[in-house]
Nanobody
Framework: EVQLQASGGGLVQAGGSLRLSCQLS????????IGWFRQAPGKAREGLSG????????WYADSVKGRFTTSVDIVKNKAYLQMNGLKPEDTAVYYC????????????????????WGQGTLVTVSS
């Protein structure tokens, strides 16, 4: 059974950094994509980043490009989202998700194409 568990959220001041982790288990795919998403109160879930487990190729939303970095450690079965230069508007519940690459070759983190989701972790950025 594929499972993901996100952790690392917390309270941070504007300009600060946090690293979110996503523990992966039950993965049997040849290649998979890990996506990071967030959802603020009253807003739609937003895709932030996508990374391939085999090529390391990445995609970032414009809202986080240059500030957030995603990575995956196959040996540790973990994915990460390093968040720097945090802003109050980054406050949200953050989720990691996964899908098998299959024949749909895109790294874009569109919520509707991801099959497996972890529980969220809350990030609060104070001004």
């Amino acid at each position: 059974e594929v499972q993901l568990q996100a952790s690392g959220g917390g309270l941070v001041q504007a300009g600060g950094s946090l690293r979110l982790s996503c523990q992966l288990s039950g993965f049997t795919f040849d290649e998979y994509i890990i996506g990071w998403f967030r959802q603020a109160p009253g807003k739609a879930r937003e895709g932030l980043s996508g990374i391939s487990s085999t090529t390391g190729g990445t995609w970032y939303a414009d809202s986080v490009k240059g500030r957030f970095t995603t990575s995956v450690d196959i040996v540790k079965n973990k994915a990460y989202l390093q968040m720097n230069g945090l802003k109050p508007e980054d406050t949200a519940v953050y989720y990691c998700a996964a899908r098998e690459m299959g024949t749909f070759h895109t790294l874009v983190a569109a919520p509707n194409i991801f099959d497996y989701w972890g529980q969220g972790t809350l990030v609060t950025v104070s001004s």
